[in-house]
């Protein structure tokens, strides 16, 4: 891994050219972009093969540029103050002068946010005049990246440059919380939604139902564009079996996620094991029964979304 200030210098000089580079973050890695520039953010669309309805998440170093684009709020501060830098994701209210490109807010007044906890992601950003456009660099509705070659494999010769910063920690995209009325999350993510539910001592529901606000809100997403199966307990023949606690039998059909039933190291190893039993051409995947709760929950829903294709 080579990440020295000259690596950060040569990403800045692609993304100030208003080139699409790929960034580590805590979650997943990131198709970044200059979000104040069409050209650069078109880029990101045209790359991922997303639809132009499916709003971006904008990454920021800090409050004080923040502030230039957002109406920020209370129940924001109280949530950044717990939770940011790091995995979660807030909807605000933009502001009428902000500079963000339409291209990332589907000509809605408001935007997602949040501030990366990974230390090759901040430095960069606080080298950068703007905020950075980031969904996670991979093609539309496909499995997300964990590590610079996965980021390969999505994008090969088409993308110039990729930062290198190891395996990211967390392996599922931040949950995203709307703050402009009622509290909502409408993506779940990094950190459980009971977790911050707590902390609010209020209640917060997932609305999973709601008009395309953010990301990771279609039928179809995380997706190996495989078939496959929940709440398995013995997998067909030839059938790549996930499981999240250890089995007194050996078979090459077995992945694991986690040997001791840990569902955050288990959501952290889904979507690298998601693309092993890709490319070890497994025809279908069954998946044990994950509890249903804390990162279960995030698993689960990722599982429900990868399995919706035709």
Same mark, same amino acid.
């Given at each position: 891994?080579?990440?020295?200030?000259?690596?950060?210098?040569?990403?800045?000089?692609?993304?100030?050219?208003?080139?699409?580079?790929?960034?580590?973050?805590?979650?997943?890695?990131?198709?970044?972009?200059?979000?104040?520039?069409?050209?650069?953010?078109?880029?990101?669309?045209?790359?991922?093969?997303?639809?132009?309805?499916?709003?971006?998440?904008?990454?920021?170093?800090?409050?004080?540029?923040?502030?230039?684009?957002?109406?920020?709020?209370?129940?924001?501060? &109280?949530?950044?103050?717990?939770?940011?830098?790091?995995?979660?994701?807030?909807?605000?209210?933009?502001?009428?002068?902000?500079?963000?490109?339409?291209?990332?807010?589907?000509?809605?007044?408001?935007?997602?946010?949040?501030?990366?906890?990974?230390?090759?992601?901040?430095?960069?950003?606080?080298?950068?005049? #703007?905020?950075?456009?980031?969904?996670?660099?991979?093609?539309?509705?496909?499995?997300?990246?964990?590590?610079? &070659?996965?980021?390969?494999?999505?994008?090969? &010769?088409?993308? @110039?440059?990729?930062?290198?910063?190891?395996?990211?920690?967390?392996?599922?995209?931040?949950?995203?919380?709307?703050?402009?009325?009622?509290?909502?999350?409408?993506?779940?993510?990094?950190?459980?939604?009971?977790?911050?539910?707590?902390?609010?001592?209020?209640?917060?529901?997932?609305?999973?139902?709601?008009?395309?606000?953010?990301?990771?809100?279609?039928?179809?997403?995380?997706?190996?564009?495989?078939?496959?199966?929940?709440? *398995?307990?013995?997998?067909?023949?030839?059938?790549?079996?996930?499981?999240?606690?250890?089995?007194?039998?050996?078979?090459?059909?077995?992945?694991?996620?986690?040997?001791?039933?840990?569902?955050?190291?288990?959501?952290?190893?889904? #979507?690298?094991?998601?693309?092993?039993?890709?490319? @070890?051409?497994?025809? @279908?995947?069954?998946?044990? &029964?994950?509890?249903?709760?804390?990162?279960?929950? *995030?698993?689960?829903?990722?599982?429900?979304?990868? @399995? #919706?294709?035709?």
């Amino acid at each position: 891994m080579k990440n020295n200030l000259s690596n950060i210098k040569k990403a800045v000089k692609y993304l100030n050219k208003n080139q699409c580079i790929g960034i580590p973050t805590e979650t997943v890695y990131g198709l970044a972009a200059n979000a104040y520039s069409g050209v650069a953010t078109d880029k990101i669309y045209k790359l991922k093969k997303r639809p132009k309805n499916n709003p971006l998440i904008v990454h920021y170093s800090d409050l004080k540029m923040l502030k230039q684009d957002c109406e920020i709020n209370d129940l924001f501060l &109280k949530l950044y103050k717990k939770y940011s830098p790091g995995p979660i994701s807030y909807i605000l209210r933009l502001k009428k002068n902000s500079a963000i490109s339409k291209n990332i807010t589907n000509k809605k007044n408001s935007l997602a946010v949040r501030f990366p906890s990974h230390p090759i992601a901040r430095r960069l950003l606080k080298m950068l005049n #703007y905020p950075l456009a980031a969904p996670s660099a991979n093609i539309s509705t496909k499995i997300s990246p964990v590590s610079k &070659k996965d980021v390969k494999d999505e994008f090969g &010769k088409k993308l @110039s440059f990729v930062l290198d910063g190891g395996q990211s920690k967390i392996g599922v995209e931040s949950t995203i919380i709307d703050l402009i009325n009622k509290p909502q999350v409408l993506r779940l993510g990094g950190i459980p939604k009971e977790q911050i539910k707590k902390y609010l001592n209020q209640n917060l529901v997932y609305n999973k139902k709601s008009k395309i606000k953010t990301p990771g809100q279609g039928k179809v997403h995380y997706s190996p564009y495989i078939k496959l199966r929940l709440n *398995v307990k013995n997998p067909k023949n030839k059938e790549a079996f996930i499981l999240i606690k250890k089995r007194k039998r050996v078979a090459a059909n077995y992945f694991y996620l986690s040997k001791g039933n840990n569902l955050e190291q288990a959501a952290k190893n889904l #979507y690298k094991t998601l693309r092993l039993i890709k490319k @070890s051409k497994f025809n @279908s995947i069954a998946v044990e &029964k994950i509890p249903n709760k804390g990162f279960g929950e *995030v698993i689960n829903d990722r599982l429900k979304r990868a @399995s #919706y294709f035709k």
